[in-house]
């Protein structure tokens, strides 16, 4: 075990408070002080929740004390991207626009699950606007920043997240993830990230992007981590119409299970395009300790990046319309530009996406007859400077932030669930994407560990700070 | 030089009621060209008549 809370991971830190090692109180201290110190350089959290992480704190600590069980989260600090609801505060989204909404009344369901296994919820985390970003960077707030190189991204949107856990300063942390907005952090961060099946998680008292493409999960260092808050925030929640009527599946007695007796495939085709070489070369790694050597074409993955792009910039000027009409000034420009955009498409095309969005899902779930897993890069590469407009991807030069989530896109555009794992390459760490079947996030998480315990997978310690 | 692109951005933007400001346009003509592309990708893709989009639900 480590010495010290700051530098436990979120199951070491349950297992001591729980036992009575450490106190709540102090792992919340030191969670608290190390973004006192690191945050100055990361920029990951908008929002310290001290007050009321100290609270909750002594309170678990008091429960320990009369004897009660507080659950497998005990005393695990954790924060939130801050499109999550938490009372109190106004949900900013990222954006300027929505710091004059009212605080707000009662926490996101998740974050409740959380604290009902005994999180300590620290604070809230920088995205980009509205969640329209692959970046990291925030025109109101200053982008977060690489734990592992400040100069370069954090990744989008949810970069606060990203960075907070790639830099320790909290052993667990949520985002959302519409196109690759969990996926894309966790790459550029070197830090494991879980995307479930589309309708899995509730959204409820979320701020929503595109409702048909958003998910939320959760960001760790380790993959166990990964499983603990994943497990516990599990179950049906009428609040969220998405969210399925599913009991709760753990996965953390399945992670030990090995890779055994699964068929796991490489993604052909598009997947190995538009690449640089380090993301050519993480794949390679995993798929090899994987014993993976089967290709598998997601057939018209092209198309179904251009169908999820179609229907992220019309729902997301859906959206914001009014607020588009009566505060254009307040939007970070970029983001405004591209809504604005998405305002102007003619509907037959919104219908011939998602027409074509059955089409290709079905054609995707066909491949799961005869695999179990999918293998893809999670970026083309690793994470850009912090302000890098272009990048050059099989010979042609190309904006950086559409473009950053091409992998990610044709994957969440059917809610599969897909686990993010580190390479830890050097100088940075790159991730790849393990796809399973809908509702076989277990699958997802037992390869995950299989590749952590080989040590091809792992959240390296931060570089940069 | 405008051409109907510009015609059109400046007419939706008119007909959506959305404040346009001149200096923004450029970017927003941008963006709906490439919105457009990605479009024409998935237009290309034959679907038979009856195919049913993801949007369904259940009563």
Same mark, same amino acid.
């Given at each position: 075990?480590?010495?010290?809370?700051?530098?436990?991971?979120?199951?070491?830190?349950?297992?001591?408070?729980?036992?009575?090692?450490?106190?709540?109180?102090?792992?919340?201290?030191?969670?608290?002080?190390?973004?006192?110190?690191?945050?100055?350089?990361?920029?990951?959290?908008?929002?310290?929740?001290?007050?009321?992480?100290?609270?909750?704190?002594?309170?678990?600590?008091?429960?320990?004390?009369?004897?009660? @069980?507080?659950?497998?989260?005990?005393?695990?600090?954790?924060?939130?991207?801050?499109?999550?609801?938490?009372?109190?505060?106004?949900?900013?989204?990222?954006?300027?626009?929505?710091?004059?909404?009212?605080?707000?009344?009662?926490?996101?369901?998740?974050?409740?699950?959380?604290?009902?296994?005994?999180?300590?919820?620290?604070?809230?985390?920088?995205?980009?606007?509205?969640?329209?970003?692959?970046?990291?960077?925030?025109?109101?707030?200053?982008?977060?920043?690489?734990?592992?190189?400040?100069?370069?991204?954090?990744?989008?949107?949810?970069?606060?997240?990203?960075?907070?856990?790639?830099?320790?300063?909290?052993?667990?942390?949520?985002?959302?993830?519409?196109?690759?907005?969990?996926?894309?952090?966790?790459?550029?961060?070197?830090?494991?990230?879980?995307?479930?099946?589309?309708?899995?998680?509730?959204?409820?008292?979320?701020?929503?992007?595109?409702? @048909?493409?958003?998910?939320?999960?959760?960001?760790?260092?380790?993959?166990?981590?990964?499983?603990?808050?994943?497990?516990?925030?599990?179950?049906?929640?009428?609040?969220?119409?998405?969210?399925?009527?599913?009991?709760?599946?753990?996965?953390?007695?399945?992670?030990?299970?090995?890779?055994?007796?699964?068929?796991?495939?490489?993604?052909?085709?598009?997947?190995?395009?538009?690449?640089?070489?380090?993301?050519?070369?993480?794949?390679?790694?995993?798929?090899?300790?994987?014993?993976?050597?089967?290709?598998?074409?997601?057939?018209?993955?092209?198309?179904?990046?251009?169908?999820?792009?179609?229907?992220?910039?019309?729902?997301?000027?859906?959206?914001?319309?009014?607020?588009?009409?009566?505060?254009?000034?307040?939007?970070?420009?970029?983001?405004?530009?591209?809504?604005?955009?998405?305002?102007?498409?003619?509907?037959?095309?919104?219908?011939?996406?998602?027409?074509?969005?059955?089409?290709?899902?079905?054609?995707?779930?066909?491949?799961?007859? @005869?695999?179990?897993?999918?293998?893809?890069?999670?970026?083309?590469?690793?994470?850009?400077?912090?302000?890098?407009?272009?990048?050059?991807?099989?010979?042609?030069?190309?904006?950086?932030?559409?473009?950053?989530?091409?992998?990610?896109?044709?994957?969440?555009?059917?809610?599969?669930?897909?686990?993010?794992?580190?390479?830890?390459?050097?100088?940075?760490?790159?991730?790849?994407?393990?796809?399973?079947?809908?509702?076989?996030?277990?699958?997802?998480?037992?390869?995950?560990?299989?590749?952590?315990?080989?040590?091809?997978?792992?959240?390296?310690?931060?570089?940069?700070? | 030089?405008?051409?109907?692109?510009?015609?059109?951005?400046?007419?939706?933007?008119?007909?959506?009621?959305?404040?346009?400001?001149?200096?923004?346009?450029?970017?927003?003509?941008?963006?709906?060209?490439?919105?457009?592309?990605?479009?024409?990708?998935?237009?290309?893709?034959?679907?038979?008549?009856?195919?049913?989009?993801?949007?369904?639900? @259940?009563?």
């Amino acid at each position: 075990m480590s010495e010290t809370p700051a530098s436990m991971s979120a199951a070491e830190i349950a297992q001591a408070v729980s036992s009575r090692k450490i106190t709540a109180v102090a792992a919340t201290g030191a969670a608290l002080a190390r973004i006192a110190v690191h945050d100055k350089v990361l920029n990951a959290f908008t929002d310290v929740t001290a007050d009321r992480a100290r609270a909750k704190a002594r309170a678990i600590d008091a429960e320990i004390a009369a004897g009660k @069980s507080v659950g497998p989260l005990a005393g695990v600090p954790f924060a939130v991207k801050n499109l999550f609801d938490v009372e109190g505060l106004s949900t900013r989204a990222g954006s300027k626009i929505n710091r004059d909404l009212p605080a707000s009344p009662r926490d996101a369901t998740l974050i409740e699950r959380m604290e009902a296994a005994g999180a300590v919820l620290v604070g809230a985390l920088n995205m980009g606007e509205y969640a329209y970003d692959f970046t990291g960077e925030n025109a109101h707030d200053g982008p977060s920043r690489n734990p592992h190189d400040p100069a370069r991204m954090a990744g989008g949107s949810s970069g606060g997240s990203g960075s907070a856990v790639g830099g320790a300063l909290v052993p667990i942390a949520l985002g959302s993830d519409t196109n690759g907005s969990i996926r894309v952090p966790s790459s550029f961060c070197g830090i494991f990230g879980l995307k479930p099946t589309y309708g899995r998680l509730s959204r409820a008292r979320s701020f929503p992007f595109v409702a @048909s493409l958003d998910h939320l999960g959760p960001f760790a260092r380790s993959v166990k981590d990964l499983a603990l808050a994943y497990d516990v925030m599990q179950g049906p929640d009428t609040d969220d119409p998405a969210c399925v009527a599913r009991p709760v599946e753990p996965t953390m007695p399945l992670l030990t299970e090995g890779i055994s007796g699964l068929r796991i495939a490489i993604a052909g085709g598009y997947f190995q395009q538009n690449l640089l070489p380090e993301a050519v070369e993480a794949v390679a790694r995993v798929a090899k300790a994987l014993g993976a050597t089967q290709i598998v074409e997601l057939p018209e993955a092209a198309r179904a990046r251009a169908a999820a792009f179609i229907i992220t910039t019309t729902e997301g000027a859906a959206l914001h319309l009014d607020r588009l009409r009566k505060r254009p000034n307040d939007f970070d420009p970029a983001v405004r530009d591209r809504l604005f955009s998405g305002a102007m498409v003619p509907a037959v095309h919104v219908d011939r996406a998602q027409k074509f969005r059955r089409w290709y899902r079905a054609r995707v779930l066909e491949l799961f007859q @005869s695999v179990d897993v999918i293998l893809a890069p999670a970026t083309p590469c690793t994470a850009p400077k912090i302000g890098q407009a272009n990048f050059t991807l099989d010979g042609v030069e190309l904006p950086v932030r559409p473009n950053i989530g091409i992998h990610t896109q044709p994957i969440s555009f059917i809610g599969l669930p897909v686990a993010a794992v580190p390479v830890p390459l050097e100088p940075m760490p790159i991730g790849v994407q393990i796809i399973a079947a809908p509702w076989r996030e277990d699958i997802a998480l037992r390869v995950a560990y299989a590749l952590e315990q080989m040590g091809v997978a792992n959240a390296p310690a931060p570089r940069g700070i | 030089m405008t051409d109907h692109l510009d015609d059109y951005v400046n007419a939706a933007a008119r007909a959506m009621e959305l404040p346009l400001d001149d200096a923004w346009r450029p970017a927003v003509r941008a963006n709906l060209e490439v919105a457009l592309r990605l479009a024409k990708l998935v237009d290309d893709f034959p679907l038979p008549d009856d195919a049913a989009s993801a949007a369904i639900y @259940s009563a």
